[in-house]
């Protein structure tokens, strides 16, 4: 029921965002709809239509959808950079398998400034998820990324010395100060290393029933609400928020509610 397909009526539910012009959200509101996707673009269709070479299927979509997502996306990086999340680089990464299921190659797709835009139209969708929810006092699933623990800093602290890069400790740790040694060595040779292990001075992000924050996306509330067709935990925060705003009868059950910390220990664990 969530899968979108081309020019189908799919039910869904909508988040409505509006922003002001330095990229700070000045309200949202859900809605229960039934949507019809107008064609179903890929990252990579969608990027060269902005880019100037537009095919077939993205060209009509150019100037009544394609540029005004771009310009929205310019107003969302404003507060983002506002915001200073945690920049790392860390390029995903692919395996292409051959037709008896082995690895034939391993390949890094570049990341595209499509991919960039909607992450942040996401993240802003999960933030007013979280916000509405807690305003009509709904138990829901946060999504959790606590600040590294002060052992993981003094390890980090102690390799960055190795390259002769110095973090200060003592300090109150912020995602701007790892950003500021991730610009400091980009182009040397042990760039990529030091993205590494500042990546594995991070505390693992889990699921929870109490809001403790999510550090590396230096936001205050956070939780999943856009892939209920691929996470649980999204599937919870739609339910909760069918219950919140009196969508229908398939909302979070008592039950549902009263067991809200073992669900989260459960898909937490499934996760890793």
């Given at each position: 029921l969530c899968s979108l397909r081309e020019k189908e009526e799919r039910p869904a539910l909508a988040c409505f965002m509006s922003f002001d012009k330095s990229g700070r959200?000045?309200?949202?509101?859900f809605?229960?709809?039934?949507?019809?996707?107008?064609?179903?673009?890929?990252?990579?269709?969608?990027?060269?239509?902005?880019?100037?070479?537009?095919?077939?299927?993205?060209?009509?979509?150019?100037?009544?959808?394609?540029?005004?997502?771009?310009?929205?996306?310019?107003?969302?990086?404003?507060?983002?950079?506002?915001?200073?999340?945690?920049?790392?680089?860390?390029?995903?990464?692919k395996l292409i398998l051959d037709a008896h299921g082995l690895i034939e190659r391993v390949v890094t797709p570049l990341r595209l400034d499509a991919h960039k835009l909607i992450e942040e139209f996401m993240i802003q969708a999960n933030v007013a998820a979280a916000e509405e929810l807690e305003a009509k006092k709904t138990p829901l699933l946060y999504r959790v990324h606590e600040s590294p623990s002060e052992?993981?800093?003094?390890?980090?602290?102690?390799?960055?010395?190795?390259?002769?890069m110095v973090l200060p400790l003592g300090q109150v740790m912020r995602p701007k100060?790892?950003?500021?040694?991730?610009?400091?060595?980009?182009?040397?040779?042990?760039?990529?290393?030091?993205?590494?292990?500042?990546?594995?001075?991070?505390?693992?992000?889990?699921?929870?029933?109490?809001?403790?924050?999510h550090f590396g996306?230096?936001?205050?509330?956070?939780?999943?609400?856009?892939?209920?067709?691929?996470?649980?935990?999204?599937l919870i925060v739609h339910r909760a928020l069918v219950s919140a705003l009196g969508f229908g009868e398939d909302g979070l059950s008592a039950e549902d509610i009263a067991r809200l910390n073992d669900t989260a220990d459960m898909i937490s664990d499934a996760e890793r």
């Open positions: 959200k000045t309200r949202h509101r809605e229960r709809v039934v949507m019809r996707s107008a064609a179903k673009l890929s990252y990579e269709e969608a990027q060269a239509a902005i880019d100037g070479r537009a095919g077939p299927r993205a060209e009509s979509l150019l100037d009544p959808v394609l540029k005004p997502l771009w310009r929205a996306y310019d107003v969302l990086k404003k507060g983002r950079d506002a915001r200073a999340p945690l920049e790392l680089d860390l390029p995903e990464r052992e993981k800093v003094r390890a980090l602290s102690e390799f960055l010395r190795t390259v002769d100060h790892f950003n500021k040694l991730l610009v400091e060595v980009q182009g040397k040779d042990y760039q990529h290393l030091v993205n590494e292990v500042v990546l594995r001075t991070q505390a693992q992000a889990v699921y929870a029933a109490d809001n403790k924050g996306l230096a936001l205050r509330r956070y939780a999943h609400f856009t892939s209920p067709i691929r996470r649980y935990a999204d």
